[in-house]
């Protein structure tokens, strides 16, 4: 961050988009907040960098992308007649910085290891709670936006819908940094055909074809990026991992960590806890990628646990396990058979190899035809989805679910 | 160009590619004769530059890029294991590095104005033969590849097909120069990808993604840019021009034109008489955009027809006409309206004010199921087209032939 | 140009900066009007694309973004605290897009040979004073400030000196254009980093490093691109031409050209005709690129007179001259001993050859240490001229005239 | 990294250049090893990412990198008809891609924290060594290249000297995730203007302005980047925080760390210690950014001691140290007065202030005249200086030795 001398105005070298300007002094405040900091050390894409090196980008960096997409939208709306009061606009500044203030470490990854069945938007809103609380109401207004509360519909949705600046951002983003050319969208171009219509974000009809890349693009990014089976398997390692030591705190053994990590490897909390002890949520606040992947390189030189080393080996040295893909399921026989040589290639009881053997699904949906549908504006003003708008886009496969079956294991077998 | 004195290798500085390499004689030779030199004077994209300002960009440097692009397949071809004799490598250069030799002036504007009904592909052929003869046979090889009538058809396939170079190169030069992102495509991915199978040109499975993109990206094209309606308008005005100016000549106005173009506007030519008279050929390869612009540009001031000066001062002082679009035909009514007050307001006869009323139909198509589609190679080496391969692409639309009728007239009505 | 329909603002693709909004009615006029069009057809660098081939953007294009540019400068200067009345924002608006509006064709390199020793400053004030009658006196502002007359010193500084929106549109487009990346400046920094003192133009000391590297760049422009032997080659047999050309017409030969260029050629205007006779400006502002090059490619043809045919004929067809430069001037007897070869071999008069036999100097300076210096300010409030505070250029380098020597002459010598 | 499945060959996806090929096995197999790995965990530019978010690139990325640019440039020479036998090649890819193999934590800001006294290149001496070892002597010509021992002394000038590989990588790749525009290089040609002349490497005449900006490029990240005072800062804080963390740990405190941190906390190896003791080399190889970061974040939770928990808290919640830098010395009374404030007001020892008051030197030069010079090669074939063949440069000022002096403080004085 670098200040011009003459006026205070911070600005922020971005490779991506140039310069950003911190537009005002909350902005600036909860930038420096040790809960935003913090966002410093959660790389966006969890263990992607594994696939594609250059892909180290953090939540931080992320957030500030999507505070400025959302500043040139406000303006663009701005200019389009529509009137937004100081107040609002600050709050949807606020609400899209803050909106993956609740992420831990390795973001999706592991979402579900550390704190059961919470998604990140729970912990995001908890914590801005107690930022609120701090800054003495200030970020009212954003946390009603961030709840899609606040009577401009519109602002939530720039905060968080199909056409949202989060994802505008990370798409961009995402792409910049993996070197994956397929995901360029045309940030400035969507975000100059954003219209409100009836208080809802909407996109001029011109904008049809920039809407359609986007979508595309996304869906790219998925298989390409977001779902490569190489970064399906190393995350599902560390979760393995995380089980693993879990389990072996839990009887007792003594294994290396943060005080914060091991608070959450000996119990499991749920929501209740840590919205009714700001304390454990501080604990949660401490734990970030460093915790955890220090003590995965500690873990990899344990001696008492064959399963733990051996996992953390393969995580810290690269030496992935071969993940299969399909859109069937796996036969059970086939699975079996595997697990059956994992046990004694690697010498280990059934209960053993189970760790070393993932078979799960995952699924994602290009578009969603629900509530944040994306809605054009034809030049007479009528309102249509853009799976409509659109002779293009199939909206059969477009929002049909699309799972998938994977197995992984080790390339040993 | 630019010379590496050590050895006399040229390089030309690219913006697009970066550094493009001349890699042989042959092709040096070619680039530096008069009938390649002359598409530095013909624009790749007509009148598109009074829409999109950056579109300057010619068939010279576009053609220099296909046969960078050519190069770089053929060596990823290699790698993987097909055996590509050096004479046919050359020949591939050759072929795509001519493919748009035969272009007329504003490039498809006018394609079918100075000489009916022949396409450039078929002019492209003529010029090659007399290139040949006058290159002692060197040509021959580039000359069966151009016209698919080499045993390796893949080779054909690269310089005309739906995935081949030319296609590659306009798309990422076209987005490059107008600044429509949304044109960018994964070019260096999708060449990693290109593979042979049964001797045709195939795509490895893990490039379906961004074969994708690259069907979005040319659609998307398509109505952004090659298809806008203001384009439409400049270049219609354009073809209404010398459709005047060449009833005038044929009246004996006596107009100012450069002489190979006043022939032209003298005469009906056809193919046969292109292809039996060499000096007819070369009188064509004498016309490029300058000739038209410049007459253009004269016929402004002419006082002998106002139908001509109108045409010509709307079209130089980009007083383009207003463009109406639409999937159905216009209402005969609704026309003939036009027509009528064309003609009061602008005091022309009924024969002229056709002139200033242009009503006609524009099709395309996303992606044609015939001889030329992309096949996709999967793992197991099984081949499949692309629309059955993705599960995205909604075949129906894709091959529906995309038709639509515009009228344009001047703004003034 | 494409329109946002909801309010009729215009914004323009441009692939260097992305969108250019025109941000008021009266831009958007002068923009339309016939003078300003025409900087359409009229090359930023003249024959540089014979060298480097993307280089085909227009003066048109060029003013445009040098007006964006001014947009972007009066925002920070903003700010940062200066004031700046509308009407004047207006004016550095209109003084920075009509700044090229003089242009002839080819830019620089005929600027002396359609009319003499009229730079093309004068004319375009002639031509803004013009256009001011027209527009009822709305350009007076901008006129001002064009002519150094108004009291802002700053807004004159914007549009003319060493660090001015000029020097930094040209310099990053012309990179753009030829791929010169050794071109790239810093243009968002250094406009960041704009400020006034004592009413005048300064940068902020923290811009230091960015102004030295924008002074190196172009410097490294002028070496590379400006000056390429090959391009001072081009150009000067383009001058050579318009000279034989004109001492024909003078003498009577019949030779094609369009009207207003034929009365060029025939009679030897200087300022004050142009300045006293509107009638002849309009001539003047009807030449561009393609009057000039149409008339090349004919006269190529032309069997009236050699010397004439072959200078055209090896300027269409790219056999440019060999160009020997060098610090020291040529020995006298090395040209003359050029000269009677080239009479010998193209048997031709003494007085012929020396068309085909270019003599002459070429002179630059890096920085002019003089009155549009480059001022810097430093956190103290001190100014000092960024030779004294960089601790890097070398001044004596840097200010000195750079004259250099060179010849040029058919290649088949 | 991923894979084409038809011949195992491997590219890696890189945001700088596109795609990077992985050109042979042993190349590969190297990449896989966990000395190799780890440089995954060593970010290229330390903290310089709490200033320029962008840069959290790590030296596997760099490595990778300069790797593919030696490829290129050995591409060149033998194009310029330079002989490179096939073992020569390899080896020349090992000595780059190995040649900050034994960077510790965090880069140059720890480099004489840990170990004492021992250079990093020292240190990637001896683990290319027992790489080497490991390898049945595969590294052997790599290792000659790498310690200048190599006849073809062109060779180990590509991987050291003041034009080498890693420094255009670095300074590309640094400018591309910081945004700092100013640095970008024209890798691309200077690769192209490589020769080799009486068997050392030298760059063509023509190269001459590129090489001028990249030597500009270079001053200007050192100011801009490498020693911006806040990076500066930050750096010395995490050096003050590993000599408290030292005290503390011999004085016998218990402090959180990993095995392998804390015991060259413990001790203060030398170079001596390292070579003969391969465990020890071990242990090294096992510290990284991620212990040093995670122990500074569990150290300002720590209540033992007030010192080393204030350092840590802010440096993790980035409350940086204001910095002063200046030419002259600081004035003692200066100092002085600032240390006892803090002393005051953190109500410190004057022994524990000492902590939080750094006063040091940096220094660096932008050419250094010496054994490694940049040579340029005339046409006629005459070697000369890049400070004499270039008119621009100053000598004087590039080859002094450019020292600054700084302090560091609280910014609550």
């Known amino acids: 961050m670098q200040d011009i001398p003459t006026n205070k105005r911070k600005i922020i070298n971005d490779p991506v988009y140039g310069f950003i300007d911190i537009p005002r002094d909350l902005i600036f ?34 957030s500030i992308g999507a505070m400025h ?12 007649g529509h009137k937004i009061k100081k107040a609002d606009r600050e709050g949807a500044l606020v609400a899209i910085l803050l909106h993956d203030i609740g992420h831990g470490p390795f973001s999706h990854a592991l979402e579900h290891s550390l704190v ?3 998604p990140h938007e729970t912990l995001s809103g908890l914590m801005m709670e107690q930022l609120n609380a701090e800054f003495d109401g200030e970020l009212t207004t954003g946390l009603e936006i961030f709840n899609h509360q606040h009577p401009k519909k519109f602002l939530s949705q720039l905060v968080a819908s199909q056409l949202d600046m989060d994802r505008l951002d990370y798409l961009t983003r995402d792409s910049f940094f993996t070197g994956v050319s397929e995901g360029v969208i045309g940030t400035q171009r969507i975000i100059k055909m954003l219209n409100v219509a009836d208080g809802k974000l909407v996109a001029d009809i011109k904008g049809i074809y920039s809407i359609e890349k986007f979508i595309i693009a996304r869906r790219i990014m998925y298989w390409q990026v977001y779902l490569h089976k190489t970064v399906l398997a190393a995350e599902h390692m560390l979760i ?62 344990f001696d008492g646990d064959r399963v733990l080393s051996m996992l953390c080996g393969s995580l810290i040295n690269r030496k992935l396990f071969r993940c299969e ?55 007479s003003g009528k309102l249509s989805d853009i799976t409509q708008a659109s002779d293009l886009l199939n909206i059969d496969v477009l929002t049909r679910v699309n799972t998938k079956h994977f197995i992984c294991y080790p390339k040993i077998l």
Chains 1, 2, 3, 4 share one sequence.
């Open 116 to 118: 059961k069945n919470i």
């Open 69 to 80: 997409l959302m500043s040139e939208a406000l303006n663009i709306l701005k200019i389009k």
């Open 240 to 301: 393995r991992i995380l089980e693993r030591a879990r389990y072996l705190v839990k009887a007792g053994t003594d294994l290396f960590a943060t005080p914060s990590l091991k608070l959450f490897l000996q119990n499991d909390f749920n929501i209740a806890d840590l919205s009714d002890n700001s304390d454990l949520l501080a604990h949660f606040s401490r734990i970030d990628d460093f915790d955890i992947l220090t003590s995965v390189k500690i873990w990899s030189q």
């Open 325 to 379: 893909i399909q859109k069937e399921p796996f036969d059970y026989f086939y699975i079996e058979n595997i697990r059956t040589k994992i046990g004694e290639r690697l010498n280990l009881t059934e209960e053993e190899a189970r760790y070393f053997l993932i078979s799960d699904t995952t699924s994602n949906y290009t578009y969603h035809l629900g509530k944040d549908n994306i809605t054009v504006l034809s030049k």
């Open 29 to 62: 405040d909860l930038i420096e907040h040790p809960y935003f900091q913090r966002l410093r050390r959660i790389k966006q894409l969890g263990l992607t960098h594994l696939v594609y090196p250059g892909a180290l980008h953090t939540r931080f960096h992320h």
